[in-house]
């Protein structure tokens, strides 16, 4: 017996505390022109430093998604957390949010896949709910970048871009051939770039994992090839979603939202342009929230459904690309 997924309930939460460029300008050198220009980021949510972890953005947006669904905690057969910004280095963040909503016993993968993880979540969710295995499962995005930055002007190229939140959303389980859920999804991977968006310490290669001169050096912060990464998002995007379309006979024309993970304002302009999609089929919401990696999908997808750019019957294509390198993409009926 094989069944569909669908997305049942949507859920979401940031940071109250606004970062503005103007904000960071005060700590690094930089500028707010410099950062809308190269980026089109204007602000950013950023946790009060050892207030909120990882786990605690993630029960609210993990509430309000399976309320959305109609269900309670107890209903979730299993838990799915993508982040690269984990509390702990283990165990992952998806046995205290498990503990936080009380559902003792449930399964929690942590999974990685920087800002793919959304998308990767996605297909593991509902391979999952299609053998039977599981009939609700709910899939969180969650990071705290904030607290490993490098705040001074040593980091601004990567400080500037990131931001913190959190999405959720239960997959539920449907029939194989019902109208709404997930369609295709397609997810793949190049090591060949692990080292052009990292972070390389601490790590477990060397003889310690982290030692006082690993820490003076910044070696424990990431680091970026920008254009490298950039040029690969703009073949890489555009690539998988004409794929995953064809894979169902559908082309572009039918396409109504494409929800595209959030790294650069510069880099979705592309993708679009590329695609020949118009402004009004592509949803960025960068400006407010930075990329906020593995969150950024069910965020932005969250706020178009919310604004009412998209709705039930709508074909929505999520698509990301980011560091390992991972990228994918995600097709479905709403
Ligand atoms: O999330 C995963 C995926 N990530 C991405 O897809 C990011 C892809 N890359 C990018 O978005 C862009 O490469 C960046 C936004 C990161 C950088 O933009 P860029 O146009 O590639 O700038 P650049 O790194 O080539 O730097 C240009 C100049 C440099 O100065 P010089 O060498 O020309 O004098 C930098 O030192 O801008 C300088 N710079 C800054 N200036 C002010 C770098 N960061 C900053 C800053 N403020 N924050």
Redesign the pocket.
């Known amino acids: 017996m094989s069944y569909g997924a669908r997305i049942a309930g949507l859920g979401s939460y940031v940071p109250e505390t606004v970062v503005t460029n103007h904000d960071l300008a005060q700590v690094m050198?930089?500028?707010h022109e410099?950062?809308v220009e190269?980026?089109g980021i204007e602000e950013r949510r950023w946790v009060k430093g050892g207030e909120q972890g990882n786990y605690d953005l993630a029960v609210p947006a993990a509430r309000e998604a399976i309320a959305e669904a109609g269900l309670e905690p107890e209903d979730i057969g299993c838990i799915i957390y993508a982040t690269l910004s984990p509390d702990h280095y283990f165990p992952g963040s998806g046995v205290f949010l498990g503990r936080e909503l009380g559902i003792i016993g449930v399964p929690a993968y942590d999974i990685r896949q920087?800002?793919s993880g959304f998308v990767y979540g996605l297909e593991m969710a509902q391979a999952l709910i299609a053998n039977g295995q599981y009939e609700h499962i709910l899939l969180v995005g969650s990071e705290t970048h904030s607290p490993g930055l490098d705040k001074s002007t040593r980091g601004?190229?990567i400080s500037?871009?990131f931001g913190d939140g959190a999405g959720a959303a239960v997959l539920s389980r449907t029939q194989a051939d019902a109208p709404n859920r997930i369609l295709a999804s397609e997810v793949h991977a190049d090591g060949g770039g692990a080292e052009d968006?990292w972070m390389p310490y601490p790590s477990f290669r060397q003889p310690e994992i982290m030692t006082h001169a690993d820490l003076d050096a910044g070696r424990q912060y990431p680091t970026?090839e920008?254009?490298k990464?950039?040029k690969n998002?703009v073949k890489r995007m555009p690539e998988v979603v004409r794929s995953v379309l064809e894979s169902q006979q559908l082309g572009l024309e039918d396409l109504d939202m494409l929800i595209p993970?959030q790294?650069?304002l510069?880099?979705n302009e592309m993708v679009a342009k590329l695609l020949r999609l118009p402004p009004e089929k592509v949803h960025n919401n960068i400006q407010k929230y930075g990329?906020t990696?593995a969150a950024t999908i069910p965020l932005c997808l969250k706020e178009a459904r919310d604004l009412g750019r998209v709705g039930p019957g709508d074909l929505v294509c999520c698509v990301a690309?980011?560091?390992g390198f991972t990228w994918g993409a995600v097709l479905l009926r709403l």
Do not use: E, K
Request: net charge positive; glycine share 6%; charged share 15%.
């Open positions: 050198d930089t500028s410099w950062i190269r980026s920087q800002c601004r190229t500037v871009l968006l970026m920008g254009q990464v950039f998002a993970h790294a650069n510069r880099i990329n990696t690309f980011g560091a």
